[in-house]
């Protein structure tokens, strides 16, 4: 799967995993940190550590890393 591939390129821990895979499908900060039983700081937290090991600043950018992967 491209997202695993891409978690593995980009060094991201077993928790950023979890929040990669539910961010890259859509899911809000709320619904992450409710998902993964942790506070809404945390989970924004692992995002930030996502955007910087991806080289990307939004969202958007990180979809489109993906996309070209395919």
């Known amino acids: ?25 859509g ?3 709320e619904y992450i940190a409710q998902s993964l039983t942790i506070s809404f700081n945390t989970a924004k937290s692992h995002i930030r550590h996502i955007y910087v090991k991806a080289d990307v600043h939004s ?10 992967e395919e």
């Open 1 to 25: 799967m491209r997202c695993d591939a891409a978690a593995e390129r980009y060094g991201l821990s077993p928790r950023e995993r979890d929040v990669f895979d539910l961010l890259v499908r």
């Open 27 to 29: 899911r809000s900060i």
């Open 59 to 68: 969202r958007q950018e990180l979809q489109e890393l993906l996309d070209r």
